[in-house]
């Protein structure tokens, strides 16, 4: 039996866990880093609850969140470079 896929502030789990490599390189990293039980991540997407885990989760994607903001905002490198091509 397939089991449902649960989603964590209204990402896909491959979208968190994508956050989670980007940030860490290895889930396994991401787990030693805050002191996790090794399927920790697995856990809380498959929607067993832990506070501890959900922090953890939240702190990444707050920090991605906030790199996203970054990379988009007027005065961006990148946004510079693609004004000047027009």
């Known amino acids: 039996m397939q089991e449902q896929v649960r989603r964590f502030r209204g990402l896909h789990p491959e979208d968190v866990k994508a956050a989670i490599r980007k940030k860490f390189g290895t889930i396994g990293e991401f787990h030693r880093f805050y002191d996790?039980?090794?399927?920790?991540?697995?856990?809380?997407?498959?929607?067993?609850?832990?506070?501890?885990?959900?922090?953890?989760?939240?702190?990444?994607?707050?920090?991605?969140?906030?790199?996203?903001k970054l990379d988009s905002s007027p005065e961006s490198a990148a946004q510079h470079l693609n004004a000047e091509a027009k």
Do not use: W
């Open 36 to 68: 996790l039980p090794a399927t920790g991540l697995q856990d809380i997407l498959r929607g067993r609850p832990s506070q501890r885990i959900a922090d953890a989760v939240e702190e990444v994607l707050a920090g991605e969140q906030e790199s996203k």
